[in-house]
């Protein structure tokens, strides 16, 4: 069971207990206890970018913290295949196309998604060891986003999105509005699909960004500011999209699978329970109220932080191949800003510098590191207008694997 840091430090003193792991901090008794134990509940708001842990006790809050997951898998993916891309088109050897070799497993998932749901599932199975026999609650979304739009979809139908049965998405908008133009009204004109929010203020191609409008009405002035497409834009916002939903579903059906004896929950459920117990918009907040607990006698001020980081860069590949190598790449010298340690200090390592807590970046030259901070913002010589920080200049705190771990 878990127990105040004075009474750790006792018998770690004491040799009554040793040490299991440092983050989160777990001791272990080394002499029999009679088995006594209290029930405990482990609460987990599992999502995306985010996850909440809370573990209650007899309506006390033993441990409470959010879990940040990576977010750069996709575009890490992108540049990966146009390193690949680049090198095939340039003079090398013959390789022979394996393209056709390839077969994925039947639970295959894009790795950005598998990713954060291993992340979950993880968490989920490291707090569940770290407490005996504890009782699951889990909740796998706010709400079925698909049966907003159809309440009696079933099985299949979740796999016929929009536009399912249309050419392509051009024909699907032309089909929705009418073959009608949306800013003059009109039918039996040359007709164009028109861009709600413009690609270059990060609009995308998809249904519900387009809209139809006639050869008239779409032309090169009207697109400017102050032109007809300009207004309508400014008077017809785009509806909020839930950016989410597909891992969400995914996430909900697999956390099923793994964790059948776990009491599942939504979203509409945790927040009038969180609202009842008078708390504050917050992922660990919301786990709290994930485990059912009625009433709040204790609850600690502070709580965990952990961060996932990228450590290490796989990439074979170079964006801008040097001429005259002798050696293959995979041997070949790293540029610095891929050197995982220098001086005895390696990345990801926790730091105090200038009287911050902050973790190393990255190297650069033979004395310097970048060292940001929880927000992803660089710590830096307050006198001066650079990011590099001397390494004489850093206080070790811990060495850390590829997770950023504080509490606060």
């Given at each position: 069971?878990?127990c105040?840091q ?8 004491q ?5 299991v792991?440092?983050?989160p ?11 006594a134990k209290?029930?405990v509940t482990?609460g ?18 033993l441990?409470k913290?959010e ?6 898998v996709?575009s890490?993916l ?13 003079k090398?050897r ?7 070799n390839?077969?994925?497993p039947?639970w295959?998932?894009p ?6 749901l ?13 407490v ?10 706010k709400?079925?986003t ?5 309440p009696?979809i079933?099985?299949?139908d ?9 050419y392509?998405v ?6 929705r509005?009418g073959?009608?133009?949306?800013v ?6 040359t ?12 609009g ?6 387009l809209?139809t409008v006639?050869?008239d ?10 032109g007809?497409l300009w207004?309508?834009m400014k008077?017809?916002?785009?509806a909020k ?7 969400i579903?995914?996430?909900?059906r697999?956390t099923?699978?793994?964790y059948p004896e776990a009491e599942?929950?939504y ?12 708390l504050e ?11 059912g607990?009625?009433s709040i006698k204790e609850n600690p001020e502070?709580?965990?932080w952990i961060k996932?980081?990228r ?10 191949p040097?001429k ?14 891929n050197?995982k340690?220098?001086k ?6 926790e ?11 990255g190297?650069?030259?033979t004395?310097s590191a ?9 710590i830096q ?8 920080v001397?390494l004489?200049s850093l206080k ?13």
């Amino acid at each position: 069971m878990p127990c105040s840091q004075r009474k750790a430090r006792l018998l770690l003193k004491q040799k009554k207990a040793k040490i299991v792991g440092y983050k989160p901090f777990t001791i272990q008794l080394c002499y029999a206890t009679g088995e006594a134990k209290q029930e405990v509940t482990i609460g987990i708001d599992e999502g995306a970018r985010h996850i909440g842990v809370a573990i209650v006790s007899q309506d006390k809050v033993l441990v409470k913290g959010e879990i940040e997951l990576r977010q750069d898998v996709h575009s890490l993916l992108l540049t990966r295949a146009q390193y690949r891309r680049s090198r095939r088109y340039r003079k090398t050897r013959y390789r022979k196309a394996r393209f056709l070799n390839r077969k994925k497993p039947e639970w295959w998932l894009p790795p950005s998604i598998q990713t954060k749901l291993d992340a979950n599932f993880a968490w989920i199975d490291k707090f569940c060891s770290l407490v005996p026999s504890p009782k699951l609650r889990i909740e796998v979304g706010k709400f079925d986003t698909a049966k907003m739009i159809n309440p009696d979809i079933h099985g299949v139908d979740y796999q016929h999105g929009q536009t399912y049965g249309y050419y392509d998405v051009r024909y699907y908008v032309f089909s929705r509005d009418g073959y009608t133009c949306q800013v003059c009204q009109k039918k039996g004109k040359t007709l164009h699909t028109h861009h709600i929010i413009y690609q270059s203020e990060g609009g995308t191609d998809r249904a519900d960004n387009l809209i139809t409008v006639c050869s008239d009405c779409h032309t090169s002035e009207n697109h400017k500011k102050g032109g007809i497409l300009w207004k309508w834009m400014k008077n017809h916002k785009k509806a909020k999209q839930y950016k989410e939903p597909p891992f969400i579903n995914t996430l909900r059906r697999r956390t099923f699978q793994k964790y059948p004896e776990a009491e599942i929950t939504y979203g509409s459920e945790t927040s009038p329970k969180r609202k009842e117990l008078c708390l504050e918009k917050t992922h660990y907040n919301d786990a709290i109220a994930i485990t059912g607990i009625e009433s709040i006698k204790e609850n600690p001020e502070e709580c965990f932080w952990i961060k996932q980081f990228r450590k290490k860069k796989r990439s074979l590949h170079e964006a801008t191949p040097r001429k005259g190598r002798k050696v293959k790449n995979v041997k070949a010298k790293r540029n610095s800003k891929n050197t995982k340690q220098l001086k005895g200090w390696y990345l990801n390592d926790e730091v105090i510098c200038f009287g911050q807590r902050g973790w190393i970046s990255g190297f650069t030259g033979t004395s310097s590191a970048y060292v940001t901070n929880r927000n992803g913002e660089y710590i830096q010589n307050p006198n001066k207008s650079y990011k590099q920080v001397n390494l004489s200049s850093l206080k070790p705190i811990s060495h850390n694997s590829n997770w950023q771990y504080a509490v606060e």
